[in-house]
């Protein structure tokens, strides 16, 4: 689109559709987002105050504008209101006031994101409600929102999202837009060295002696065992314990097929976990390991690693899980460090030029939060193309 556009950025977060809206020619004449955290790292990246709670705001205090943004908290409509009324079902949530602006507005364009759940979040009623309100107002809109990940854009994130689009067309809203992605890239076309810094990167990255001991046992272990693709989670606590009655049946499950693994590769565990001094001093989730590999590699060092709350995961090297919590920054095996700021940054299709927030904890946060920019951008483009299309017949 040459023309240039207006466009609010709503629960603006740190601005992944401001950078995809400005790449696209266009212009941010309001924002609002509550956490200080993000409201400062918006600042300074784009000169722009987006200190307001949205459910504060007068609709005409808005400016006129041709877009509308919004990656909105997804949360669950009052049945009270399905009943009484669709005109109260809303009220309450935070698509309330997407709603709201968009009756006064009447906005030409809508670019909503959210999370996969939100098609199945309440037995598939919240994303019927928000179709049926949109429509109410006047939206042409896909008969389902759009699901897309990085990594099918070639960005090595695995990362499902629903794109919500809409056009302002009240007299055509009943006709649905068709709109769909082709050449569309798998996991195994993806490759995370694509986005991974090859130099020395800051020591705070680089794992601790700790970690690579626990790494290199486990990595001792996936070579010395006969089993190379392992379908369930290794608990070394239950090799040799029986299930218990009480337990639930799929936790027996991986309990038994562990007393097996066992039984198969006994000489060379019980080495190993002397050699290990029976993983003492493993906390423990580093007691547990999965290997999600198949026999794609064959050491550990050679994949993705987690630290995760139910045990050590091991992937390969095509895609990144979804940028979430903290406290699993993934490990590149290779370089025996986690993931940085920077590289998460890349992940979301932010450029080297944006100004992370400067604690790490804040600014994976605030990443893991972020819409992915290409997804938005990506999507954006093909709504402003289908319109020419129509207008164009
Ligand atoms: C999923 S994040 C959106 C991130 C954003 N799309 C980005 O690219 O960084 C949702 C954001 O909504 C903000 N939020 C929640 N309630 C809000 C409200 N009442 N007014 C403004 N922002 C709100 C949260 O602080 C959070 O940063």
Redesign the pocket.
């Known amino acids: 689109m040459k023309k240039k556009f207006k466009f609010i950025?709503?629960?603006?977060?740190?601005?992944?559709?401001?950078?995809a809206m400005t790449q696209l020619g266009g212009e941010c004449v309001f924002a609002?987002?509550?956490?200080p955290y993000?409201i400062e790292t918006?600042f300074k990246n784009y000169g722009i105050n987006?200190e307001?709670?949205?459910?504060?705001?007068k609709v005409e205090n808005i400016p006129k504008h041709d877009v509308l943004?919004?990656?909105?908290?997804c949360q669950a409509f009052s049945k009270a209101g399905h009943q009484k009324g669709f005109k109260d079902e809303t009220k309450g949530t935070?698509f309330f006031?997407i709603e709201r602006i968009l009756n006064y507005h009447k906005t030409k364009y809508i670019i909503l994101?959210?999370v996969k759940n939100l098609l199945t979040h309440d037995h598939g009623r919240t994303w019927k409600v928000i179709y049926k309100h949109l429509k109410q107002i006047g939206y042409r809109l896909t008969e389902k929102p759009i699901v897309l990940s990085p990594h099918e854009l070639g960005i090595p994130q695995l990362r499902d999202r629903v794109v919500i689009l809409g056009i302002y067309d009240p007299d055509n809203k009943k006709k649905d837009l068709k709109i769909e992605f082709d050449n569309l890239k798998t996991k195994q076309d993806n490759d995370i060295f694509n986005i991974i810094e090859r130099k020395k990167v800051s020591k705070k990255y680089y794992i601790s002696e700790h970690e690579k001991y626990v790494l290199n046992a486990w990595d001792e272990f996936y070579n010395g065992i006969n089993d190379k693709i392992i379908g369930f989670p290794i608990w070394y606590d239950y090799f040799k314990k029986k299930p218990e009655t009480k337990m639930p049946n799929w936790k027996k499950e991986f309990i038994r097929k562990n007393n097996e693994l066992y039984k198969r590769n006994k000489d060379f565990i019980d080495t190993w976990a002397k050699k290990y001094n029976y993983l003492s001093e493993f906390n423990k989730t580093q007691r547990k390991f999965e290997w999600q590999c198949g026999k794609e590699i064959t050491s550990l060092w050679d994949g993705i690693i987690q630290f995760r709350p139910s045990g050590i995961r091991v992937k390969n090297t095509n895609c990144f899980p979804a940028l979430v919590a903290l406290v699993q920054i993934p490990i590149i095996g290779k370089y025996r460090r986690r993931l940085t700021v920077r590289e998460a940054a890349r992940l979301?299709s932010f450029p080297d030029a944006f100004v992370c927030n400067q604690c790490d904890q804040q600014a994976y946060k605030?990443?893991g939060?972020?819409?992915n920019?290409e997804v938005?951008k990506q999507s954006f483009e093909k709504l402003i193309n289908y319109k020419e299309e129509q207008l164009n017949e």
């Open positions: 950025d709503l629960f603006a977060g740190i601005g992944g559709f401001h950078q609002s987002e509550i956490d993000a918006y987006s307001c709670n949205i459910r504060n705001v943004c919004a990656g909105f908290p935070l006031e994101e959210n979301q605030q990443f939060n972020a819409v920019v938005i």
